[in-house]
T-cell receptor, first 116, second 108 residues
């Protein structure tokens, strides 16, 4: 089956630093990748949708200058949390939609970010 | 924004009992999907039901969809302790929109 990996699985950083999270589709090409954020005991909230080779589309209320998304290839998307603050601490999950597929999204295992 | 609302938010049952979770949504959809998430882990896709389908089975899972009421249910039969997790419905138009989730605890 289709596998999506995320790296790192967890990260602890100091306030003010930037953190990059990678999302890779391992055995398929993903024209579209999605980034979600999940706070404890809450649901997933879509942050942005990225299409390979074009700018990401951000959901309302998500700062594009703070959450930089790059989808440079069909197998890799990155999310950079710039100047992270404690309120950015969350579980970040990516998903990927396969090329030619309309319905199926495959989810990564998530990255736990803790900002001190 | 969150389209789906799930009911109940939390459910605690004994092993062997059935668990039923409900999901309501607001707009028209192409399909509805159910996912499972163990604590602190990623999502596992359980089942997809298309808007023209009314019922679907997969092992111990049974999903129904009523587009006239904009609602869906997930039934887990003969539950096991390993079924303990959070369950989310997600509606699909051009992107997935997740409901609030039901936290299921199955006591051995």
């Amino acid at each position: 089956g289709a596998v999506v990996s995320q790296h790192p699985s967890w990260v602890i950083c100091k306030s003010g630093t930037s953190v990059k999270i990678e999302c890779r589709s391992l055995d398929f090409q993903a024209t579209t990748m999605f980034w979600y954020r999940q706070f404890p005991k809450q649901s997933l909230m879509l942050m942005a949708t990225s299409n390979e080779g074009s700018k990401a589309t951000y959901e309302q209320g998500v700062e594009k200058d703070k959450f930089l998304i790059n989808h440079a290839s069909l197998t890799l998307s990155t999310l950079t949390v710039t100047s992270a603050h404690p309120e950015d601490s969350s579980f970040y999950i990516c998903s990927a939609r396969a090329q030619g597929s309309y319905n199926e999204q495959f989810f990564g295992p998530g990255t736990r970010l803790t900002v001190l | 924004s969150q389209q789906g609302e799930e009911d109940p938010q939390a459910l605690s049952i004994q092993e062997g009992e059935n668990a039923t979770m409900n999901c309501s949504y607001k707009t028209s959809i192409n399909n509805l999907q159910w996912y499972r998430q163990n604590s602190g882990r990623g999502l596992v896709h359980l089942i997809l039901i298309r808007s023209n389908e009314r019922e679907k089975h997969s092992g111990r899972l049974r999903v129904t969809l009523d587009t006239s009421k904009k609602s869906s249910s997930l039934l887990i039969t003969a539950s096991r302790a390993a079924d303990t997790a959070s369950y989310f419905c997600a509606t699909d138009r051009s992107m997935l929109t997740f409901g609030g989730g039901t936290r299921l605890m199955v006591k051995p």
